[in-house]
């Protein structure tokens, strides 16, 4: 089970300011994405629409193949999340596949109140509609992950917020003390 912990903000702040807080491109982009959300808590689920995470495994063991990520929620649901390139359509259609074939392998557990699918992939663009309209068809939410600039500004406005509460807070604390 992994450990949900708070972002170290000004930590996010500092790499942004720095220029350093960039996110690697394909898979591996999008999984570092999903773990920067995974930190801190309550950001993937308003990100994805998702009920509360109360559990995280990273690549979980299915008996036929090992999903990138599962999120068990607090409403007694599961989200498989497969991350895919997406450097062709056969990689968008083979990620619906193993999505497919994990939650029926899920399924026989007869546990869970509701599987449910994510495909998610470093594009943007003409062919995230296509793929979006693929997944829509078999069941699948398609999370396009966007340009990595895309990700530093939010990362950014969120350091900016928890900046300026601990601002706000400080100010509070002096009040009370004053």
């Not at 068809?137 to 917020?161: C, K, S």
Request: aromatic share 8%; glycine share 10%.
């Amino acid at each position: 089970m992994s450990e949900r912990k708070q972002v170290d903000w000004e930590k996010v702040e500092a790499e942004y300011r720095a220029g350093r807080g960039r996110f690697p491109l394909g898979e591996a982009g999008a999984v570092s994405v999903i773990k920067l959300y995974l930190d801190s808590a309550g950001t993937i689920e308003r990100a994805f629409g998702l009920p509360q995470i109360i559990r995280v495994e990273q690549e979980f063991g299915f008996p036929r193949g090992r999903a990138d990520f599962v999120f068990f929620h607090a409403d007694g649901t599961a989200s498989i999340v497969e991350v895919k390139d997406a450097k062709s359509d056969r990689d968008i259609l083979g990620g619906i596949g193993q999505l497919m074939s994990y939650a029926v392998q899920m399924g026989y557990s007869r546990t869970l109140k509701h599987i449910r699918c994510i495909l998610v992939a470093p594009t943007i663009g003409t062919d995230s509609l296509l793929y979006a309209q693929a997944c829509e068809r078999a069941g699948v939410m398609f999370v396009p992950i966007g340009a990595v600039l895309e990700h530093e500004i939010i990362w950014a406005e969120a350091a900016a917020d928890v900046m300026a509460r601990k601002e706000m807070s400080g100010a509070d604390d002096e009040a009370r003390n004053g």
